[in-house]
């Protein structure tokens, strides 16, 4: 698709989302701009900490449409005093726009995804799903778990780093203009960069070769990943490599734990076999285990300071 006819179709696509906004205010209730599925994570949130704002979804389809949307209703002669609650991922973009804007809130790290992998939304897990935790009878196997977690969880780190390296650096080239070939990110299985077990995490690509992964780049496309090192330096990767591959990690090393939980001989951090109900699909594990993730603080301070207009209330 050439560039003229993405931004026509972004045009098309604000104006449908648009309208939607305006039934969503004619029956009085806020509208909720999201860049995409990440409503599942902010639901139970909003609900929770704003239990009194009637609100809506609408889904954007991707960050520079939510960015774009508020600006069309803040300079909109009817809509642009109304309340709306606008929620992007920082990614590795220069927000500098978005800072001091009180109605978006941007994640403190890459995405909602990286919010999901800490070690405390672990052991909420293990309470929740597992029937485990440091009281427990098999406090032994709780303690187990979370040390396994610990050591595999670093090692991915280690591993998706390069990838992470690659994608930065593609990212700047884009933005000056350079032409390197659309780099779809959304194309790259988890399985295609590293293989995970409770054991250890193997690296099964190579970041100096960038079409291997990526073969939709430019050929003799030369890297020089100075300037993303010097971007993730004292940056922790749990918080700002991409989330989506993090939380892939996540559903993998937790699949495969369910499984030895639930095994009848042979399991290896669990004394009692259990029953494990949680599903942990790729599709849908953002929803399925939302309600472990993390909820920062700047998220609740965002929300309680919200106001409600009173033409949408």
Request: one cysteine or more; proline letters at 2%; charged letters at 30%.
């Amino acid at each position: 698709m050439s560039r003229v006819a993405a931004l026509k179709k972004s045009r098309d696509s604000l104006s449908v989302k648009f309208l939607e906004f305006t039934r969503v205010v004619s029956k009085g209730k806020v509208a909720a701009f999201f860049e995409g599925e990440d409503e599942k994570y902010y639901s139970i949130r909003i609900n929770t900490i704003r239990p009194d704002i009637s609100w809506t979804g609408v889904n954007c389809n991707g960050k520079f449409n939510v960015v774009n949307m508020r600006s069309r209703i803040r300079k909109h002669t009817t809509y642009r005093k109304y309340s709306c609650l606008f929620f992007v991922d920082s990614d590795f973009d220069d927000n500098k726009e978005l800072y001091g804007l009180t109605d978006i809130y941007l994640t403190p790290c890459y995405s909602v995804e990286n919010l999901y992998i800490s070690d405390s939304a672990f052991k909420r897990v293990l309470s929740a799903e597992f029937g485990l935790n440091d009281t427990c009878e098999e406090h032994e196997c709780f303690e187990l778990c979370i040390s396994r977690y610990c050591e595999i969880k670093s090692q991915y780190l280690d591993m998706i780093e390069g990838f992470n390296l690659l994608i930065k650096e593609v990212r700047l080239i884009e933005q000056s203009g350079d032409s390197a070939g659309k780099l779809n990110v959304n194309n790259v299985n988890i399985e295609d960069l590293v293989e995970i077990n409770l054991s250890e995490v193997k690296k099964v690509y190579t970041e100096s070769s960038p079409r291997s992964i990526f073969p939709e780049l430019q050929e003799n496309l030369e890297i020089s990943f100075d300037s993303s090192i010097e971007y993730f330096k004292g940056k922790s990767g749990e918080l700002w490599y991409r989330g989506k591959q993090n939380l892939d990690f996540y559903r993998i090393f937790l699949s495969k734990l369910k499984s030895d939980r639930c095994r009848k001989i042979g399991r290896e951090f669990f004394s009692n076999r259990g029953n494990v109900k949680l599903h942990l699909t790729k599709a849908n594990s953002i929803s399925e285990l939302s309600q472990y993730a993390e909820t920062p603080e700047c998220l609740r301070k965002f929300l309680e300071l919200f106001e409600v207009d009173s033409q949408v209330a």
